[in-house]
């Protein structure tokens, strides 16, 4: 099994911040990464793929990088739609998540 | 704009099946090029990929759940089904259907989620 592993779990900004979250694999997945939003009662909603491609729709203020095992999701300026709960995922092998990282208010 | 819609029974008795229902519209599962999955999420906690199926009938489980999980697709009512046997109170959770589109490799659309507790 692949396991991912986001840190921090937990990140305190405020609106207008650059956020940075991590996101590690056990083992090398080329690109093969996505980045989800999600609000409480809400389902997940896809904001990447294949590691840096910007779902349709998504604002621009998202961006993903990395390939092989380390990968990044920055939000250029924090906005306050954006306090949520953010998890990476990976499809080289099936398809398993991180544990999630909460965005809350500073 | 595809959307699902989860179905099914809110509570289960441990050792019962749990079996809940997807249906799809705004497109076609017949037309191919997605995986039809379901997902779940216990309490508080992240998500975990359950299964897939193809509209051809083909599937492909979570080791970790293999030996009691059934994913089944009828094409003629544009709908999935999950059944998963022997739960316990740690299958409670909300379940997801959502589709992967093959090319892209992230679930693009989800249904709303359905809670299901298993409890006697």
């Known amino acids: 099994d692949i396991q991912m592993t986001q840190s921090p779990s937990t990140l305190s900004a405020s609106v207008g911040d650059r956020v940075t979250i991590t996101c590690r694999a056990s083992q090398s997945i080329s690109s093969w990464l996505a980045w989800y939003q999600q609000k409480p009662g809400k389902a997940p909603k896809l904001l990447i793929y294949?590691?840096?491609s910007l779902e349709s729709g998504v604002p621009s203020r998202f961006s993903g990088s990395g390939s092989g095992t380390e990968f990044t999701l920055t939000i250029s300026s924090l906005q306050p739609d954006d306090f949520a709960t953010y998890y990476c995922?990976?499809?080289?092998?099936?398809?398993?998540f991180g544990q999630g990282t909460k965005v809350e208010i500073k | 704009q595809v959307q699902l819609q989860e179905s099914g029974p809110g509570l289960v008795k441990p050792s019962q099946t749990l079996s809940l229902t997807c249906t799809v519209s705004?497109?076609?599962?017949?037309?191919?090029?997605?995986?039809w999955s379901w997902i779940r999420q216990h309490p508080g906690k992240g998500l975990e990929w359950i299964g897939y199926i193809y509209y051809s009938g083909s599937t492909y489980y979570n080791p970790s759940l293999k030996s009691r999980v059934t994913i089944s697709v009828d094409t003629s009512k544009n709908q999935f089904s999950l059944k998963l046997s022997s739960v316990t109170a740690a299958d409670t959770a909300v379940y997801y259907c959502?589709?992967?589109?093959?090319?892209?490799?992230?679930?693009?659309?989800w249904g709303q989620g359905t809670l299901v507790t298993v409890s006697s």
């Open positions: 995922q990976q499809y080289n092998s099936l398809w398993t």
């Open positions: 959502a589709s992967v589109v093959v090319i892209k490799g992230g679930f693009d659309y």
């Open positions: 294949k590691a840096s």
């Open positions: 705004g497109g076609s599962i017949s037309s191919g090029g997605y995986y």
